[in-house]
């Protein structure tokens, strides 16, 4: 692989003007914000596929028994090989995901494909806006790909519920400090947190830039926290999504992370689980 969970943006801008072999993704996505696919066929990295969250990289809302699951549920396992075929993944090609929400996107399409047995997968540091600012060219229009011959093998990544989330030496929650402290919670019908879980929120692993900071400082943030090799450490957040950011940078760190991919939308859906605030 020529690039670990992160590459930047000159990096790719040059495999693809030597012509290596790599699929990129598109995968651009706001709360609330602009739609992905317009934005994808007015300028996209060249070649680059566009994969929606909503329906590719994750499952209905809260699709499990009870109305567990959270919002944004693990997507179904042939419905997200079906959407990386289409967007051209191929075994052995490595593959690069971007976005242009702080890599919150890209990182749950990071941590899906290498969940799934796909190993050559980075995020491209610093997103859409690092590839306009590196002069990488832009290509307007739908893109057409050929089909993918990925084939999918759940489970190569650790995950806990809510059964066993508290279980963890460490149990980080990836959201903002305010919704962590339950002063606001603008989602979910609940504030709080889990119990004993520490804040580790997303933006902590950007620097002024928008990139993530390199793994010696990333390690010194996570080491802080009690989350260093060889520590059981899980990540949750509001659904699922963001808690993905800090996998991957822990990840960079070199710690390897559970996801709670229900996180605290499945975990206040059962009114007998404990909630902390403050």
């Given at each position: 692989?020529?690039?670990?969970?992160?590459?930047?943006?000159?990096?790719?801008?040059?495999?693809?003007?030597?012509?290596?072999?790599?699929?990129?993704l598109d995968v651009r996505?706001?709360?609330?914000?602009?739609?992905?696919?317009?934005?994808?066929?007015?300028?996209?990295?060249?070649?680059?596929?566009?994969?929606?969250?909503?329906?590719?990289?994750?499952?209905?809302?809260?699709?499990?028994?009870?109305?567990?699951?959270?919002?944004?549920?693990?997507?179904?396992?042939?419905?997200?090989?079906?959407?990386?075929?289409?967007?051209?993944?191929?075994?052995?090609?490595?593959?690069?995901?971007?976005?242009?929400?702080?890599?919150?996107?890209?990182?749950?399409?990071?941590?899906?494909?290498?969940?799934?047995?796909?190993?050559?997968?980075?995020?491209?540091?610093?997103?859409?806006?690092?590839?306009?600012?590196?002069?990488?060219?832009?290509?307007?229009?739908?893109?057409?790909?050929?089909?993918?011959?990925?084939?999918?093998?759940?489970?190569?990544?650790?995950?806990?519920?809510?059964?066993?989330?508290?279980?963890?030496?460490?149990?980080?929650?990836?959201?903002?400090?305010?919704?962590?402290?339950?002063?606001?919670?603008?989602?979910?019908?609940?504030?709080?947190?889990?119990?004993?879980?520490?804040?580790?929120?997303?933006?902590?692993?950007?620097?002024?830039?928008?990139?993530?900071?390199?793994?010696?400082?990333?390690?010194?943030?996570?080491?802080?926290?009690?989350?260093?090799?060889?520590?059981?450490?899980?990540?949750?957040?509001?659904?699922?999504?963001?808690?993905a950011h800090d996998v991957?940078?822990?990840?960079?760190?070199?710690?390897?992370?559970?996801?709670?991919?229900?996180?605290?939308s499945d975990w206040v859906?059962?009114?007998?689980?404990?909630?902390?605030?403050?």
């Amino acid at each position: 692989m020529p690039f670990g969970p992160l590459v930047t943006a000159q990096a790719l801008r040059t495999l693809l003007e030597e012509g290596t072999p790599v699929t990129v993704l598109d995968v651009r996505y706001r709360l609330g914000g602009p739609g992905g696919p317009d934005e994808h066929e007015q300028g996209h990295v060249p070649g680059a596929a566009y994969l929606d969250l909503d329906t590719a990289l994750a499952a209905p809302p809260h699709s499990g028994p009870g109305g567990s699951g959270g919002r944004h549920p693990l997507p179904d396992q042939g419905v997200l090989q079906e959407a990386l075929r289409a967007a051209g993944v191929r075994a052995g090609v490595p593959v690069v995901a971007y976005d242009d929400w702080s890599g919150h996107a890209a990182a749950r399409c990071w941590w899906l494909l290498r969940h799934h047995g796909v190993d050559d997968v980075a995020v491209l540091d610093g997103g859409w806006s690092a590839w306009r600012e590196e002069g990488g060219a832009v290509e307007l229009g739908p893109t057409s790909v050929l089909a993918g011959d990925v084939e999918l093998t759940p489970g190569r990544l650790p995950t806990v519920d809510a059964s066993t989330a508290q279980e963890a030496d460490v149990l980080l929650d990836a959201r903002a400090a305010e919704r962590y402290r339950g002063e606001v919670e603008p989602v979910d019908p609940v504030a709080g947190h889990v119990p004993g879980a520490l804040n580790a929120p997303t933006s902590g692993n950007l620097g002024e830039d928008g990139r993530f900071l390199d793994a010696e400082r990333l390690a010194a943030r996570y080491a802080a926290l009690g989350a260093v090799p060889g520590a059981d450490v899980a990540v949750y957040c509001g659904s699922g999504v963001t808690a993905a950011h800090d996998v991957l940078a822990l990840a960079v760190a070199g710690v390897n992370a559970a996801l709670y991919p229900g996180s605290w939308s499945d975990w206040v859906s059962d009114p007998r689980r404990p909630v902390e605030r403050g």
